[in-house]
């Protein structure tokens, strides 16, 4: 009897058996075409791991996204029959059901990526999310997904360490920002040269007023303790009720100018925070002013998840609409494209790098070293 491999499956086998030869080669650069934008923070696939393969991605895209970070959500949401029955839940705020960490999300990421051409590769820059940063395993999970993909993956991200309604809701312990398990993650990050792409409220929902920010003061040391690695804040840590706090723009400006923090940059992604930052025009001219005197400091991204179509994948951007008519052309290409480019252009090169010095066994293959 013959037997038939499903298509995914197949799919699966030659994307693995490519990643052991190394058979992963692109151009180092997207094709020339005027693009409007390149995207810093888009989420191939949502909260039980369905979303839009990344070939409907590109066509997504189109003539106006010219490259995209490429990734899933590294949890998933249970469907516990005891707490909602029939009613399978699609979002963390359908249910009191708990979530997980689901690694296979990076096996997904891989095999999307691999299916697509060299020059279709190009356009995305994937990242590996799928591990849990309160193990201090996490980092040896994104070593092995680097052997056993190379060629693939330039970051690590987007992950959460305090995030509203979400990180209460993981099973087990959640990540504390003095864990030596982050420390261990992010130091692995710098040796590789990946981009980190953290989600961290920067204060707890609802705080008391004249208390300082929960969070604040956590996440910079974490920053300043890793001081060669490529951090990009998401969201500049404002969330759906974690709203700007008191002196917010004057914090972001002490960050900005403090040298001891060159190294980390901030993403104006998601609807939530372009609500926060087009409130008022005064609140836009703060932002634009913040942006203007660090014009390489920040990125643009749409935080759309499983985006269908174009039109309601740009629907962030639009929104944010006034503060780009508040920055020169020069300020707005870096903000869109420019940044974006240098900065995973550097991270292709350097994590390319650490691949090829890996030691490999006769095979070809990188193979995974044990340390204590």
């Not at 393969?53 to 997504?60: K, Q």
């Not at 590294?74 to 029939?86: A, E, F, I, K, N």
């Not at 974690?242 to 002196?247: K, L």
């Not at 643009?300 to 174009?310: H, L, R, S």
């Given at each position: 009897m013959r037997t038939t491999i499903p298509i995914y499956s197949a799919l699966a086998i030659a994307a693995f058996l490519?990643?052991?030869?190394?058979?992963?080669?692109?151009?180092s650069s997207a094709p020339a075409v005027h693009y409007l934008l390149d995207d810093s923070h888009v989420h191939l696939t949502d909260y039980i791991q369905e979303g839009t393969?990344?070939?409907?991605?590109?066509?997504?895209m189109g003539d106006k996204v010219g490259r995209a970070v490429l990734f899933g959500i590294?949890?998933?949401?249970?469907?516990?029959?005891?707490?909602?029955?029939?009613n399978a839940p699609t979002y963390y705020l359908d249910t009191d059901a708990p979530l997980y960490y689901?690694?296979?999300?990076?096996?997904t990421i891989a095999t999307e990526y691999l299916s697509l051409t060299p020059d279709e590769r190009a356009r995305f820059d994937p990242m590996i999310t799928g591990f849990n940063p309160a193990d201090m395993y996490a980092a040896d999970h994104v070593r092995r997904v680097l052997e056993t993909f190379p060629g693939v993956f330039e970051g690590i991200g987007e992950f959460s360490l305090h995030k509203e309604f979400v990180t209460p809701k993981i099973a087990g312990d959640p990540p504390s920002l003095e864990d030596p398990a982050l420390d261990r993650l992010f130091g692995f990050a710098e040796e590789v040269g990946l981009v980190v792409l953290v989600h961290c409220d920067v204060d707890t929902p609802f705080p008391k007023p004249g208390v300082?920010?929960?969070?604040?003061?956590?996440?910079?040391?974490?920053?300043k303790r890793h001081p060669t690695t490529t951090i990009i804040w998401a969201h500049i840590g404002l969330g759906?009720?974690?709203?700007?706090?008191?002196?917010?723009?004057?914090i972001v400006a002490a960050m900005l100018d403090n040298p001891k923090l060159a190294h980390v940059y901030f993403d104006l992604s998601w609807t939530e925070t372009a609500k926060y930052i087009v409130a008022t025009p005064a609140t836009v001219q703060v932002v634009a002013d913040l942006i203007t005197k660090h014009p390489d400091r920040f990125l643009?991204?749409?935080?759309?998840?499983?985006?269908?179509?174009?039109q309601d994948y740009l629907r962030v951007y639009r929104q944010y609409q006034p503060l780009w008519a508040r920055l020169s052309p020069d300020v707005l290409d870096r903000v869109r494209k420019r940044n974006y480019e240098r900065i995973?252009?550097?991270?292709?090169r350097r994590v390319r790098a650490w691949e090829q010095l890996r030691p490999k066994d006769v095979l070809g293959r990188q193979p995974i070293v044990r340390r204590p």
């Open positions: 490519a990643a052991a030869r190394g058979d992963v080669a692109r151009p393969n990344v070939h409907a991605m590109l066509r997504v590294p949890l998933q949401q249970m469907w516990s029959y005891r707490v909602d029955g029939d689901y690694s296979f999300t990076d096996a300082d920010p929960a969070y604040l003061a956590g996440i910079s040391a974490l920053f759906r009720v974690v709203r700007p706090v008191t002196d917010q723009a004057r643009f991204g749409t935080d759309e998840v499983a985006p269908k179509d174009q995973f252009d550097e991270a292709r």
